[in-house]
């Protein structure tokens, strides 16, 4: 409401047009109404307080040269707050859009600021977990260039001091804003992360320790489920971390006492230890699926590690001297993908990955020893 108020008396004050005013105020407002709707979920009111002020800043381009607010970074400072690459991406056109409004530019500017923030965006935002920004850097600015000079210096053939000046100085304030944040989010919100997450999938962290004290028979499942978990997320490139902690943690519910049933006690006991969210989210998804849902590749790796663990137990438990190992785990792990109510029917796991567990859990014979 605020920005597309702004927008309604910057073009009364440049343009002295009811009309133009009630215009502007309106299409803001779908705008901004159409990135709550599509990104609500990430939107805190202290981010939509920080949308604003971005918002109002982009608007000051209408009274100033043009290129020198860093639209680009404005993106980049959404999705990386937000942790949400998308809601950058959108808030890019709300941003872009007031501005071009008011002076009603030509579609060259627009694109430009458009193309140029969601590269910037894209880039810097895949690299916020790695603080490393140098190449990606780079790569925006020989864009922003080429972008530049194709979308406006050679449609105008001339080129005087305000095509130059205003550009280079928007350009070295989006590199310098970029740079920052990403470094600041690296430093203060990554490295704590990551501390984090280490702190939690020690095999010594007191939860575990707890699991181990009052249910053998469960910390048993969870630590060789963990095993397997952290194995094929290096073997297939998915995060180590998170996939051993899911491994750990996706029957911790256990330990609750109460009257909801185990996925809601495992994700309620996982935020009362504060886990990263990342582990919540998975533990989340692992809990609630059911036959017909789409599921992740990291929650499918675990199902079937967990599954096949479990049953292994359980024959063993039984004396089950003489199982085939092949066919009983070709069999469970067949029983997760085939059928009209196979749990994994929908799994976003490639073929050749499920092949190379399959292959992988057949060879574990000796490994198999330790559930005995």
Same mark, same amino acid.
């Given at each position: 409401m605020i920005l597309s108020l702004a927008s309604a008396i910057e073009i009364y004050l440049t343009q002295q047009t009811i009309t133009g005013a009630v215009r502007n105020f309106i299409v803001v407002a779908i705008i901004? $109404?159409? &990135? @709550?709707y599509s990104c609500g979920r990430w939107i805190t009111p202290k981010l939509a307080f920080i949308m604003t002020g971005l918002g109002l800043l982009a608007s000051v381009q209408a009274f100033i040269p043009d290129f020198i607010i860093p639209f680009a970074s404005f993106a980049v400072l959404t999705a990386i707050i937000s942790s949400n690459l998308y809601l950058g991406? $959108?808030?890019?056109?709300? $941003?872009?859009a007031m501005p071009f409004l008011v002076t009603e530019r030509s579609f060259e500017y627009f694109l430009f600021y458009a193309v140029t923030g969601l590269i910037a965006a894209a880039l810097i935002y895949g690299r916020r977990k790695i603080g490393k920004y140098a190449d990606v850097l780079t790569v925006f600015i020989l864009a922003y260039i080429l972008l530049y000079t194709g979308l406006v210096v050679l449609k105008r053939l001339t080129l005087t001091p305000e095509l130059i000046i205003g550009p280079v100085a928007g350009l070295i304030l989006d590199v310098m804003i970029m #740079? @920052?944040?990403?470094?600041?989010?690296?430093? !203060?919100v990554v490295k704590k992360e990551q501390e984090l997450y280490l702190n939690v999938v020690d095999p010594e962290y007191p939860l575990l320790i707890r699991l181990k004290n009052n249910n053998k028979r469960e910390y048993k499942r969870a630590i060789h489920t963990a095993h397997f978990t952290e194995l094929f997320a290096n073997k297939f490139g998915y995060d180590p971390v998170l996939m051993k902690g899911l491994g750990f943690y996706h029957r911790i519910g256990?330990? %609750? #006492?109460?009257?909801? !049933? /185990? +996925? @809601? %006690? *495992? &994700?309620? /006991? +996982?935020? =009362? #230890?504060? $886990?990263?969210? =990342? @582990? &919540?989210? +998975? /533990?989340?998804e692992y809990g609630e699926v059911k036959a017909g849902d789409k599921v992740s590749a990291e929650v499918s790796i675990t199902v079937i590690a967990d599954t096949v663990i479990i049953s292994l137990m359980d024959e063993f438990s039984k004396g089950n001297k003489d199982l085939d190992l092949n066919k009983f785990?070709?069999? *469970?792990?067949?029983g997760l993908f085939s059928g009209k109510n196979s749990l994994l029917k929908k799994s976003a796991i490639p073929y050749n990955d499920l092949e190379e567990i399959r292959k992988q859990l057949k060879g574990e014979r000796i490994y198999y020893d330790f559930l005995r």
């Amino acid at each position: 409401m605020i920005l597309s108020l702004a927008s309604a008396i910057e073009i009364y004050l440049t343009q002295q047009t009811i009309t133009g005013a009630v215009r502007n105020f309106i299409v803001v407002a779908i705008i901004a $109404f159409a &990135v @709550i709707y599509s990104c609500g979920r990430w939107i805190t009111p202290k981010l939509a307080f920080i949308m604003t002020g971005l918002g109002l800043l982009a608007s000051v381009q209408a009274f100033i040269p043009d290129f020198i607010i860093p639209f680009a970074s404005f993106a980049v400072l959404t999705a990386i707050i937000s942790s949400n690459l998308y809601l950058g991406m $959108f808030s890019l056109m709300l $941003f872009s859009a007031m501005p071009f409004l008011v002076t009603e530019r030509s579609f060259e500017y627009f694109l430009f600021y458009a193309v140029t923030g969601l590269i910037a965006a894209a880039l810097i935002y895949g690299r916020r977990k790695i603080g490393k920004y140098a190449d990606v850097l780079t790569v925006f600015i020989l864009a922003y260039i080429l972008l530049y000079t194709g979308l406006v210096v050679l449609k105008r053939l001339t080129l005087t001091p305000e095509l130059i000046i205003g550009p280079v100085a928007g350009l070295i304030l989006d590199v310098m804003i970029m #740079e @920052i944040a990403g470094y600041s989010y690296y430093n !203060n919100v990554v490295k704590k992360e990551q501390e984090l997450y280490l702190n939690v999938v020690d095999p010594e962290y007191p939860l575990l320790i707890r699991l181990k004290n009052n249910n053998k028979r469960e910390y048993k499942r969870a630590i060789h489920t963990a095993h397997f978990t952290e194995l094929f997320a290096n073997k297939f490139g998915y995060d180590p971390v998170l996939m051993k902690g899911l491994g750990f943690y996706h029957r911790i519910g256990v330990l %609750r #006492e109460d009257e909801a !049933n /185990l +996925a @809601i %006690r *495992t &994700v309620a /006991l +996982a935020m =009362d #230890e504060g $886990f990263p969210d =990342d @582990i &919540v989210q +998975a /533990l989340k998804e692992y809990g609630e699926v059911k036959a017909g849902d789409k599921v992740s590749a990291e929650v499918s790796i675990t199902v079937i590690a967990d599954t096949v663990i479990i049953s292994l137990m359980d024959e063993f438990s039984k004396g089950n001297k003489d199982l085939d190992l092949n066919k009983f785990i070709d069999k *469970t792990i067949l029983g997760l993908f085939s059928g009209k109510n196979s749990l994994l029917k929908k799994s976003a796991i490639p073929y050749n990955d499920l092949e190379e567990i399959r292959k992988q859990l057949k060879g574990e014979r000796i490994y198999y020893d330790f559930l005995r």
